[in-house]
């Protein structure tokens, strides 16, 4: 069995590995969108006696940065071995390869999104953004008294909108460290609002503000729960315009929304428990494929000069760099002197977008060297002023 590029007469396979290794079948037009965003040669299967039961694709994908660069990212996407062939060594042949060919194209970066944590960091991933999930008891939540009331949300049929979603989208998405395209294809997809991907609840019920708009489905009846699946607001009014509307939704109990740590609702709110971050996980995964490029596209909170040790184990893309910067901007460039930090590449990953603290990270370990004055300065200057988020799912 060997890696190979896949063919047209693959995608029959790829979808039956698809749904065996996720738990759901795909509909067709759901794998056409996204077949749109893998360029040639991005994706490998492996294949035992015709049947497919290893396979790994990537997306071109534009990724935000703290400061607002976009870079070309390779999104790693639609990873599965089959059951039947586990313990083989096949996930670790088919990202030798995949990676090589990132690696060809220039790809400052690679990203996904893990439905497992334990297996990517081995592979130089690092957990890159922090997904919360918020609930809020709608039935008792009232806004402070000074609490914005910025009005000009609509109620509107989902479905007939999709040009003002991916405008405000867009508008978002280019400020957010994390923000990821998405071009007209996954819009459709998203919005064709196929009864596979309700889970038994509604079809879409969406609001809509000149700068932000949401997606929820109600589940219940008695009582009714509102799941808010899209939340995207380009300003801090749409933000608080939107939720505003959704609490004045009376018949229902429960509000459950996609969220970050950096959530303003429960400031807004007299009582500030009744919106209780009840999930928190990973979102976006990064590999820093250029350290010098990625370092030097993004900005920073603070000066600094040192120099960093960054180990591979999967690939040869670390080692010894020079960080100088001055005035947000960086300048890096490989160098054969003594590192004040080690590091791995997972841990460059989780901390390039600004929502790990490397603080934290050095009492765990995972940074070593410096002194406190110097690690505090490495802190100040890895954070982002705006928070990281993953834009959409891949």
């Known amino acids: 069995m060997i890696v190979r590029d896949i063919t047209d007469d693959d995608w029959p396979g790829v979808a039956l590995l698809t749904a065996t290794s996720f738990g759901s079948f795909w ?38 940065v703290p400061g607002g660069a976009i870079l070309p990212c390779a999104g790693v996407t639609w990873v599965g071995v089959a059951p039947t062939h586990r313990r083989r060594g096949l996930l670790r042949a088919m990202y030798v390869e995949l990676h090589q060919r990132f690696a060809d194209a220039d790809y ?14 081995r592979f130089g991933y690092g957990p890159a953004t922090i997904e919360t999930e918020l609930t809020l008891d709608r039935r008792f939540a009232r806004f402070h008294d000074d609490a914005p009331d910025p009005g000009g949300v609509r109620v509107i049929s ?12 867009d508008r978002y998405r280019r400020g957010t460290p994390g923000g990821v395209e998405r071009p007209v294809p996954l819009w459709d997809d998203l919005l064709a609002d196929w009864d596979g991907s309700r889970r038994g609840a509604t079809q879409w019920f969406s609001f809509l503000h000149p700068d932000g708009y949401l ?52 400031y807004l709110l007299t009582d500030p428990r009744l ?12 590999r820093i494929m250029d350290v010098s490029v990625a370092l030097e596209a993004r900005t920073y909170q603070a000066d600094l000069d040192t120099v ?47 929502a790990h603290s490397v603080a934290t990270l050095a009492a765990a370990n995972r940074i070593r060297g410096g002194g406190p004055e110097s690690l505090a300065r490495l802190d100040a200057a890895f954070r982002s002023d705006v928070p990281a988020q993953l834009g959409i799912h891949f």
């Not at 492996?46 to 534009?62: E, F, N, P, T, Y």
């Not at 989902?158 to 989208?169: G, K, L």
Request: hydrophobic share 40%; aromatic share 8%.
């Open 158 to 169: 989902a479905s007939a909108h999709r040009d003002e979603f991916a405008e405000i989208y």
């Open 27 to 64: 509909r067709p037009e759901t794998i056409t969108a996204w077949r749109t965003l893998m360029p040639p040669r991005g994706s490998v299967v492996v294949d035992d006696g015709g049947d497919v039961v290893a396979m790994a694709h990537s997306l071109d994908l534009r990724l935000t």
């Open 108 to 121: 400052p970066i690679a990203g996904l999104t893990a439905s497992e944590g334990g297996i990517y960091g």
């Open 308 to 354: 960093i040790e960054i180990g591979d184990g999967f690939r040869s893309d670390g080692g010894r760099f020079t960080l100088q910067i001055r005035d947000g901007r960086a300048r890096c460039a490989r160098t054969e002197a003594q590192p004040e930090f080690t590091f791995a590449l997972d841990v460059l990953g989780s901390v390039y977008l600004g």
């Open 215 to 266: 997606l929820y489905r109600v589940h219940g009846r008695h009582p009714k729960t509102v799941r808010v699946e899209e939340f995207n607001a380009a300003t801090p009014h749409a933000h608080v315009a939107l939720w505003r509307a959704l609490m004045g939704l009376d018949l229902v109990e429960t509000i459950v929304a996609h969220s970050h740590p950096a959530e303003p609702l429960p």
């Open 275 to 286: 919106a209780r971050t009840t999930a928190s996980e990973d979102g976006l995964w990064l």
